[in-house]
């Protein structure tokens, strides 16, 4: 089963950041919170991954709570390409034979 | 990002003949690639576990011998649908990793058994 819960559906303005939270209450010290988005009949895409501290690439940032029970995935400015159903998924580092475990996600309709 | 690729993007077989979907990663050597099954309007479902030259490793409640995983090379896997059934139509998705932290995603197969 998926260890991290999501809502639902987010809509968010063209031009706005696009702020998505995940909870992952059960997270263990070794696991990290990664970001996958899937845009509609496309396999799955990487955003971002973190442990502890906060991270940005050219995508987005990941804010991940003092006490790693929440994150927070930031699209600065959201465009219409941005309309995906966004993964907050946890999973080992250690082992590239870790599976990955997908639960509900966040389906985000970015406006015009 | 490192590229996954499937083949086909779409399928449509008769009722009680097999399918093969190829995954390849193009630039990279996987060491492990894993396969998906996801129905409409429904998250991916891990199907399997496969690691280069030994035997897949498959979830509670898939039929090994139905969804058949050979993972000969580092940068090719199959999946065999055996007498695929329209119960059996959905999206098929691979993915692969080496030794990154993340897994890239191939584009999917639409299979429709008809």
């Known amino acids: 089963d998926a260890k991290t819960t999501q809502p639902p559906s987010m809509d968010c303005a063209e031009g706005r950041a696009a702020n998505l939270p995940c909870n992952h209450s059960?997270?263990?010290?070794?696991?990290?919170v990664y970001w996958y988005r899937q845009i509609h009949s496309q396999g799955p895409q990487y955003i971002i991954h973190g442990l502890k501290n906060n991270e940005t690439n050219e995508m987005a940032s990941l804010i991940i709570t003092e006490d790693r029970k929440s994150s927070t995935l930031i699209l600065p400015h959201a465009t219409l390409r941005d309309t995906a159903v966004y993964y907050c998924?946890?999973?080992?580092?250690?082992?590239?034979?870790?599976?990955?475990?997908f639960g509900t996600g966040t389906r985000l309709k970015v406006l015009a | 990002g490192a590229v996954v690729s499937q083949h086909p993007s779409r399928v449509i077989c008769k009722s009680g003949t097999s399918v093969k979907i190829e995954c390849r990663s193009l630039?990279?050597?996987?060491?492990?690639m894993f396969w998906y099954r996801q129905f409409p309007k429904q998250s991916l479902m891990l199907m399997a576990t496969s690691n280069e030259g030994s035997k897949a490793t498959y979830e509670q409640g898939v039929e090994k011998d139905k969804f058949l995983i050979n993972h000969a090379s580092l940068t090719l896997s199959t999946l065999t649908v055996t007498s695929a059934h329209p119960e059996d139509s959905s999206f098929y998705i691979c993915s692969a990793t080496a030794d990154r932290p993340e897994a890239f995603f191939g584009q999917g197969t639409r299979l429709t058994v008809v």
């Open positions: 630039d990279f050597q996987a060491t492990t």
């Open positions: 059960t997270i263990s010290g070794n696991e990290y």
């Open positions: 998924i946890v999973r080992p580092l250690t082992s590239g034979t870790y599976k990955y475990i």
